[in-house]
């Protein structure tokens, strides 16, 4: 009988954020790996999911517990930050038990297949892309089934050479995918920031759709470009179900274009309202794919929320960068928001290609105007699998390709950055990603708003440490 284990690898908040912020980080459920289990049982095979980060567990310990359970493969989930934490969990793993396949999978090893499978010699597989049906064909390979070649967007290594199958083609309703696995996650130790929830940090996941059409050069669209969503009742199944198992009416509604599909929206605020559904939720949306009626149908049905990427206050960044927006038109979309009465996020990003001092400040000041409750300043990242990335490749501007540095809160958390605009240096756009915050959160309107937001010591707690990292630099 075939067994097998999945693993979120050893990557601590501090690793993420550095020690001075750590406490803001979000302990999220690796839903890649719920997913993937869930096809799995749907089978009939026995599966675990070791989540490292929320159990707190190290790469020995997780070696040991798989040498003395006797797995048939171990699959592991890594983002580009996490190379050397998986670089050391594969070699322990190995050492362990030396007969285990190794499989893994996510948007680092999708990103960069070949290179994967070089540097890191103790994985003996990848899956590229979604991996809810390639993990079944992998395991009937493994029983002998079915030949290696048939296993759709696995990458291996042949005599020396890597291989890399045909990938999916994945035009399927979200449907037919089973219900993520949540039963088989410690659900009770995860948290969003308290930029994200209200009164408790538990705020489970609900994946709602899969794909972008948009083109933004710094992502790495790891669904590809195709919109595919779940369909309205499978949504409010899965809301109920959740509400019934952890008895919590809070949720953050995952997608990478929510709001992509307007008719998908209104048809699923009016089934959350008519199904009279008490629940508060957030998402993550473009200020291109909202207008006020969908926003106001979204708030009464519980959002009370969004996240907008807005990115920059330079209108030639934006274009440099394909964002597809026009300030005027982010402007609008947030009064629009504020006076419907749902809380922003705004995203901006420092240290863009070419991005003068000028214009980093220009979208300090641009967040100031649209002034949200809360702005996440980030370092842009060129992430393998991103236009960015190749583009800067190309023109020989990477600094380096030490993966674990590859950290967008590389002002905080100390990190050489992969990438720094010419005529700037790393120290400059560092500090600025503090100053940002500071000159962002140090101001009058903005501490009333998140004073008279409170309405608990558990609020009351998370603001006040918020000052203090704010302070302590
Ligand atoms: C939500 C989200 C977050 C959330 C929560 C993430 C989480 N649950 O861990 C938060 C805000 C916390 C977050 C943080 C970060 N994120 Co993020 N995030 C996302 C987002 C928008 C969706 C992720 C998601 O839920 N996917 C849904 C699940 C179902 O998909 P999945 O995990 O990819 O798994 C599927 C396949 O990849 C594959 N698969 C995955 N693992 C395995 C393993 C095996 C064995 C197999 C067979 C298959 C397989 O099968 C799965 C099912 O189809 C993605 C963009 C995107 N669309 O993917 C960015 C994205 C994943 N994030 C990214 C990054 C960089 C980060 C950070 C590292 C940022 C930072 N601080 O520097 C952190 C690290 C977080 C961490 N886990 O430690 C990048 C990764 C790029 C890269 N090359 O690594 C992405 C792709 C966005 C981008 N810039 O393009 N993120
Ligand atoms: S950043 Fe968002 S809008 Fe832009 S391509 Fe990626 S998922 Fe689409």
Redesign the pocket.
């Known amino acids: 009988m075939q067994k097998v284990v ?1 693993i979120n690898p050893p ?1 601590s908040l501090e690793e ?1 954020y550095g020690s001075r912020i750590k406490e803001f980080g ?1 302990l ?6 719920a ?2 289990a869930g096809s799995l049982e749907r089978e009939n095979i026995p599966v675990e999911i070791i989540d490292a ?1 929320a159990l707190e567990l190290s790469e020995e310990s997780i070696a040991g517990y798989i040498r003395d359970n006797n797995f048939t493969a171990a ?3 890594f ?4 190379f050397d934490a998986v670089k050391k969990l594969s070699a322990a793993i190995k050492k362990h038990s030396p007969g285990i396949k190794i ?6 090893p ?2 960069l297949p070949e290179d994967t499978l070089r540097e890191c010699p103790d994985i003996d597989y990848l ?1 590229i ?4 049906g ?2 079944l064909d992998f395991l009937k390979f493994l029983r002998g089934e079915i030949n290696i070649a048939g296993v759709p967007s696995l990458a291996y290594r042949d005599n020396g050479r890597i291989i890399k199958n045909s990938l999916l083609d994945n035009k399927d309703n979200l449907d037919s995918l089973p219900k993520p696995a949540r039963h088989l996650l410690p659900m009770e130790r995860y948290r969003l920031t308290a930029s994200r929830t209200k009164k408790s940090g538990f705020c489970p ?1 609900i ?1 709602l759709a899969r794909g972008c059409p948009f083109d933004c050069r ?3 669209h ?2 590809g470009r195709t919109f595919r969503r779940h369909s309205v009742k499978r949504v409010i199944e899965e809301i109920q179900e959740l509400q019934e198992i952890y008895s919590t009416g809070q949720f953050n509604f ?1 997608a ?1 274009t929510l709001t992509l599909d307007k008719q998908f929206i209104m048809e699923l605020c009016g089934a959350i309202i008519k199904e009279g559904l008490d629940i508060r939720w957030t998402c993550e949306s473009r200020t291109d794919t909202v207008d006020e009626q969908a926003l106001k149908m979204m708030k009464d049905a519980g959002c009370w929320q969004i996240s907008y990427g807005v990115e920059s206050g330079s209108q030639r960044l934006l274009d440099i960068i394909n964002k597809g927006i026009k300030k005027e038109d982010v402007e609008r979309i947030f009064k629009i928001t504020h006076r419907i009465g749902i809380s922003i996020r705004g995203f901006f990003m420092l240290g863009l290609p070419s991005e003068t001092l000028e214009e980093s400040l220009e979208t300090i000041n641009f967040a100031k105007k649209l002034n949200p409750l809360w702005a996440q300043f980030t370092v842009t ?1 060129p ?4 236009p960015m990335f190749y583009d800067l490749l190309a023109c020989a501007e990477l600094k380096h390709r030490i993966w674990a540095e590859y ?3 590389g002002g905080w958390a100390d990190k050489r950055l992969p990438y720094i605009p010419k005529g700037r240096t790393e120290e400059e756009i560092k500090n600025l990603q503090k100053k940002a915050m500071r000159m962002y959160y140090i101001r009058p309107n903005v501490i009333f708003n998140h004073a008279r937001r409170v309405s608990s010591i558990c609020d009351f707690n998370k603001i006040m440490a918020g000052g203090r990292a704010l302070f302590k630099n």
């Open positions: 999945l990557f993420r979000a999220a459920e690796p839903m890649g790996l997913y993937i980060p699959g592991i989930t983002l580009t930050p996490m499989i893994a999978g996510g948007a680092h999708t990103a899956c892309g979604e991996g809810e390639a993990i996941t994946i710094f992502c790495s790891p669904f995952e990478d990242i992430y393998p699998g991103t950290n967008t809160w």
